[in-house]
């Protein structure tokens, strides 16, 4: 009866036989006379698992003791009684499970686990194991069947943590997930920086607990979700949250305000914080003192540029913060201020126009009929400089037109009165220097005219001396006989150095006439 069995056991090996090989084997167990109770194997009904993880079937097994010992262990993993799942011999394994399953327990030690990896969404079995011992005895464990539930997303993590804590408290936080492959355990992160604690637990059934520890000093930037994110093998993700509920006192306290007021309008103040919990009452103060409001706003009737600085106090549970002061920005026309004026010194006119206005906007020298460039602008708050230096223009006035969006002025500069009469005087002079130079080429001229008319009378008065000499002789050749000693007497005598030094001027007038030298024309 053994030898059938075997042979049967050999030759046809595991197929569509194994349920009438199951009932020979009982058979033979009985007539042999050994207890069938002692073939038992420990699997779990039911394990959990990922797609695309890997699980692990726990499993232990028991035999009665042949003698002599087995050489030799065969361990083989079936579904539905006919899949081989595993299989030393590859080639016997079936081909949804071949490269996917590894007998990772030792038989020499009674354990048969067995890993499936990447497990598939039909991987459900049942499975069961069964033991072949070389030249003896081959067992089924058909009444210790486990089957898997496969998931195709994995649970969220189990978060704990304390949620409201004052700022500056510890925050102890722990995050948890359940898996079936200890090879491949999942990988937990936190959204916080600090680096947690990670450990690891074996539980019953083929789970294991991975447990990731956190823990921080509260600031107010942690006021918000703290998320432990679980990745498994495959890229799936999942994650828990809980919003932490950080407490503290009014921060960041600051009076807010429309950035455009015009003056003569309302306007309205508003206190902000930072705080948790929100503020439940607030105070207002200027340099005067406080304010009667309580609220978070307050308005201002006709603010003008003159309105004090104001500040805020929030207050909540945990303390209370206070404000910096806060001047509203008013805008307004432009002002042209006292001490715009032109200023002289020599032929340097000198012009400042100074103008309030907010916000800036264009301001324009100009004189009738033109615009002048302005030489250089200054701003100092809300005080704007512009100056205009140029030359004497002769001109009596100069404008500074300023404009802004709402509304413009106008000055008008009149020249210093002593800069006035210091140009008229210089405005004489160069009319007496022109006309002196119109002048003196008439002077000349008329000098030179009335030389012309002495010399002539000279000449005749000598001529007539001439001719009383001449008519008193009594001899009339003579007179006939000397002209040309006559013509020499009057040539002397305007050559005779005694008589130009008696004629000087005019004679040198005269001696321009005829071009003389330059010198003398300097002389006179």
Known sequence: MFLIFSGLDREKGMGSELPQRYFIYSIWLGVMGVDASSWTAKVPSSVSGLQGSCIIIPCSFNYPEPKPKPSRFTGVWLKDSHEVVYHPDSSRIFKGYRGRTTLVGDLWQKNCSLRITPLH?????????????????????????????????????????????????????????????????????????????????????????????????????????LVCTAEYRGGKKVNSSKTLNIKYAPVD????????????????????????????SFRWHNSKGPLPSRRSTIKLERVTRLTEA?????????????????????????????????????SIITCLCIVDWEP??????????????????????????????????????????????????TLSCSMPTNYKMLMQYVSTAVGVFVVVLILIPMTSCLLL???????NDQTITILKDTDVVMGASSDPAPLR???????????????NDHLYGNMEVEDDSLYMCVGGDHAIYENI
């Not at 005219?449 to 010399?455: A, E, L, V």
């Not at 006989?481 to 050559?495: F, G, V």
Request: proline letters at 6%; hydrophobic letters at 30%.
């Open 253 to 280: 306290v600051k009076v807010e305000v429309a950035s455009n007021v015009k003056e003569g309008t309302s306007v309205e103040l508003k206190c902000s914080s930072n705080s948790n919990p929100a503020p439940h």
């Open 481 to 495: 006989n000397e002209p040309k000693h006559i013509t020499s007497e009057i040539t002397n005598y305007y050559t």
């Open 360 to 409: 800036p906007g264009m301001v324009q020298w100009s004189l009738p009929g033109r615009p002048l460039p302005s030489t250089k602008v200054e701003r100092h708050g809300s005080l704007t400089i512009v100056t205009l230096q140029r030359t004497f223009d002769f001109f009596d006035t100069v404008q500074c037109n300023a404009s802004n969006t709402y509304g413009n002025a």
């Open 310 to 346: 104001l500040y805020c106090t929030a207050i909540n549970t945990e303390g209370q913060g206070q404000s910096s002061s806060l001047k509203v920005h008013v805008e307004y026309r432009p002002e042209i201020r006292v001490g715009s004026a032109c200023t002289a010194d020599f």
């Open 121 to 225: 969404l039909s991987d459900k079995g049942p499975f069961f194991f069964r033991i072949e011992m070389e030249d003896l005895n081959k067992y089924s464990y058909i009444h210790a069947k486990v089957s898997i539930a496969v998931s195709s997303s994995p649970d969220s993590p189990s978060l704990s943590v304390k949620e409201e804590v004052k700022v500056g408290g510890v925050v102890s936080a722990s995050c948890s997930v359940f898996y079936t492959c200890p090879s491949e355990p999942p990988l937990l992160t936190w959204s916080h920086t600090r680096t947690p604690s990670i450990q690891s637990q074996q539980l019953v059934n083929g789970q294991w607990e991975l447990t990731s520890s956190l823990t921080f000093t509260s600031t107010m930037k942690d006021n918000k979700a």
């Open 449 to 455: 005219k009335k030389c012309g008319r002495r010399r």
